[in-house]
């Protein structure tokens, strides 16, 4: 694990079915000067268009993995298991990282000592034009000792607003649920570190 000062690698894990446009998308919002740091997974849940087609167009910088359709919670477990970063960064294949996010990400870690969990909070759009108006604001943070210890603050959540640790043990549910992201993070539950952004 690193330790201040230290470069961070990150993986980020994207799983996808059937969304070859948002996919591309997706990709396309992530640094793409940030090799040292980052790496990309794209995980395809059995989709029946040609995904592999949209990686290829991001060259060798993309890690594409297929499996039959198990499911999102399944796709992220399988990234997950393939992922070499020191923490795991999930995304949506139809959401985006801002452009100030890695960054972001990168000043947490080094300024909380590698929290286990990070959580960011969402901005919300309908369409592509409303990200023009997306302005990054004064970073304000909550840590706390764990997870749980945040449970009296109302914390929105979800996949695409995590940054975990690679060595923590929870994984998602691969069965059919609500809220999948949320019993991850229950299971996250005592790790030590926790940050909410």
Known sequence: ?????????????????NRSTLLARALASLPSDADQE????VVDDGSTEDTSAIVDCFG???QFLRQERSGPGAARNLGWKAASGDYIAFLDSDDVWLPWTLRTYLEILQRFNFPSFIVGT???FRDDSELTDVRRETLETRPFPDYLASAKFPIWLGASSMLVKRECAPRFETMNMNAEDLDFALHLG???????V
Do not use: D
């Not at 694990?1 to 799983?15: A, K, L, Y």
């Not at 980052?38 to 997974?41: A, D, P, R, T």
């Open 1 to 17: 694990m690193p330790t201040r000062g230290q470069n961070v690698t990150i993986s980020v894990v994207i799983p996808t079915f």
């Open 38 to 41: 980052l790496e990309i997974i």
């Open 122 to 124: 969402g901005a919300w």
């Open 60 to 62: 060798g910088k993309v």
């Open 190 to 196: 005592q790790e030590a570190g926790f940050v909410w």
